[in-house]
């Protein structure tokens, strides 16, 4: 493979990260090698076709996968698209970046076919934005589309702090969070001084050693811009 690897992740690679990775392919294809998968495999649903052929987009060289071990090691940036493929993903390596983009699953709504298929285009048209931004050079921070608000997160001026204090609210070390986020001593004190530039792998691993939602710590460590 050649150049950064994007690897999209979803629960079962059979719709958003379909559509993400064909969108990818199509605005990044000569900048980055672009890959999806899922926690299992399903079979591609037909309506995600039909809504790429609408948008002039081909995927049907595209098929279902696991997430493969050697490449989630291997990639430059993991995108996650729902709470159940962040939740239940591999750990994360410190050199992969993670962004969590969150959308809706178009395959749960309901009506009529046309509704249905609306609700596949909505979807669709989120994750083309959210792609579209992050060729904008948005890549370092925390992008969701949920309950259709394009908000944009950057980290606070006094990130450090907030770590800091939530450490001491928990009653916690530096040592303990240490030993409990697997990070060392050093590098959460650097980061409480705001000597370190926050990554994914970070928050994922503070989120898990504070015993907090992920989208909360997120939201209590950024701002929307």
Known sequence: MSGPIIYFLCTGNSCRSQMAEGLAKHYLKNKFEILSAGIEAKEINPIVFQVMEEKGIDISNQSSKVVDFKLLNKADIVITLCRDAKERCPILLPRSSHLH??????TKAHG????????????RDEIEIAILKFMEGNIGGYYSLALNQNQFYEPKEDFGELIQFIRQQKGMSVKQLSIQAAITEDYI???????????????????NAFQMEYDDLINSLYKIN
Request: net charge neutral; charged share 40%.
């Open 112 to 123: 009529t076919d046309e509704e249905i298929l609306d609700a596949f285009r909505k979807v």
């Open 101 to 106: 983009w969150s959308f809706e699953d178009p």
């Open 189 to 207: 004190i650097k980061t409480e001084k705001n000597q370190t530039k926050p990554s994914r792998f970070f928050i994922h691993r503070l989120a």
